[in-house]
């Protein structure tokens, strides 16, 4: 049994986490699921088929929210410190029901304190999450000092974790010990978008949708401007079941979307094709990061809180729309992820994990590789000779990437490749070259290891491990 864990803290925590269980689903219906959390069940159950034990429990705290866009901090840290006062109490408790549910393997999205509970049952623990309460709580503690601890315990739960599966709009996830980056985790349009359009009532006017998720804004109304249709939450919730739509779908429908800029929205938005008004939602140090990296792959505009509240958003509306969509970035996380989650329960070669992008000009090296990748049913992309390494990274998509650290140049090309997709670099020398294996660990290689070494974990790096 796999057991998802699921922050509190919004819809976004729960829509991705259940789109990667829900490719486990569909790779091996044999794995039992159970899911864990106060996030509505019947949502979990419509995002996962066939059946799955649900079971109301509170994982964390997340943040108390003032509205969707002002955090209260003062109540957060109270809330937070009852938490952790519960802490034993609450680990040992699911320690216990992780054994008698008979779990294998523990994934949580991203409250901490499972990791604790794992580490007792003795599970491995993965984390799904572009950031971590650590880091979250770190950042408010330089003004509610209480924070500080919080954020200590979770990141002593953090470093229990076998590994995070590290999406796109990272924060610090240093906390984790073991990273690899998947690629985006989203959810689709089960629809086209013509038919999604007509089952809303859709005319032809641009339609933009007013969506601040489960917290909502009140008093946010939409402005007087015929020539748009306005959709607020009233609109929709409470209808899409009825209407045989998803919410993606109903994203897909609009042309613009008017909200707070958080994972989940933000990839709907991605995935659909949607353009993008968004506010800033105070300081939540995730915003900077999601609104400098969002920029690149959807279409958008800022509008202030003060403009939004008062209706003044008829301007950016007109102005994202003259904007060109980028095209969808590579979506492929979720069953990334899955191969992921089903070889740490034992499926081995069985899945084909990650890819490897094979960088090396050594041919008997490049031979061996290919050999065990041909035995291990393992997917190796070769990096054609003399691409540069980030631009080999971005053209053949996340995974692994080998290199021979020994050839000229390699060294000052890692960080580009791994900001450009590469989750993992592992590199091999020749068991001499000492000072290079030192200055390899400095550029950020994962993995130095010498010719031997690489050769005895060819089968296991070719796997994912």
Avoid at 199 to 213: N, T
Avoid at 395 to 411: K, S, W
Avoid at 441 to 460: C, I, K, M, P, S
Wanted: net charge neutral; with cysteine.
């Amino acid at each position: 049994m796999i057991a998802l864990y699921l922050s509190g803290h919004g819809f976004g925590h729960m829509t991705r986490a259940c789109e990667v269980l829900a490719e486990v689903r569909r790779l091996d219906p044999s794995v039992p699921l159970a899911v864990v959390g106060t996030v509505p069940e019947p949502l979990v159950r419509r995002a996962i088929p066939g059946e799955l034990l649900f079971r109301r429990a509170t994982c964390d705290v997340g943040l108390v929210q003032r509205d969707a866009l002002r955090v209260d901090e003062e109540r957060t840290a109270e809330a937070c410190a009852a938490f952790d006062a519960g802490w034993e109490v609450r680990a040992r408790e699911e320690e216990a029901w992780l054994r008698t549910v008979g779990a294998r393997l523990v994934l949580a999205d991203i409250p901490a304190m499972p990791f604790d509970a794992a580490r007792r049952a003795g599970l491995p623990a993965v984390g799904l999450g572009n950031f971590s309460w650590d880091w979250i709580y770190r950042h408010l503690s330089r003004r509610i000092p209480s924070l500080a601890a919080s954020a200590d315990r979770a990141a002593r739960a953090y470093a229990g974790a076998t590994l995070l599966l590290e999406l796109p709009f990272a924060g610090d996830l240093s906390a984790f010990p073991h990273r690899e980056r998947i690629g985006f985790v989203v959810r689709r349009p089960r629809l086209p978008r013509g038919e999604a359009r007509r089952r809303l009532g859709l005319d032809e006017r641009p339609a933009v949708l007013l969506s601040f998720g489960g917290v909502g804004m009140e008093g946010l109304a939409p402005p007087h401007a015929p020539e748009f249709r306005w959709l607020t939450p009233s609109d929709v919730d409470g209808r899409i079941e009825a209407l045989g739509l998803t919410y993606p779908d109903v994203v897909h429908a609009v042309d613009v979307v008017v909200t707070k800029p958080g994972y989940g929205i933000v990839t709907d938005a991605i995935a659909a094709g949607t353009r993008l008004v968004y506010t800033e939602r105070g300081d939540f140090p995730e915003y900077p990061v999601m609104v400098r990296e969002m920029e690149p792959l959807l279409a958008c505009e800022h509008v202030g809180n003060e403009e939004l509240l008062a209706g003044r958003i008829v301007e950016p509306v007109r102005r994202v729309l003259l904007r060109p969509v980028p095209p969808v970035p590579d979506l492929g996380g979720a069953e990334r992820a899955a191969k992921r989650l089903l070889a740490l329960l034992g499926g081995g070669a069985s899945y084909s994990v990650m890819p490897v992008i094979l960088a090396v000009r050594d041919l008997v090296f490049r031979s061996k590789i290919l050999a065990a990748a041909e035995r291990l049913g393992a997917d190796v992309r070769i990096a054609p000779r003399g691409t540069p390494l980030d631009q080999a990274a971005r053209e053949l998509g996340p995974g692994t990437l080998i290199v021979d650290l020994g050839e000229a140049g390699v060294l000052e090309q890692v960080a580009a490749a791994k900001g450009a997709g590469a989750t993992r670099v592992v590199g091999f020398l020749g068991h001499l070259q000492t000072d290079l294996m030192e200055r390899s660990r400095l550029a950020g290689v994962d993995e130095v290891l010498t010719r031997g070494q690489f050769v005895q974990r060819l089968d296991d790096i070719l796997r994912g491990g």
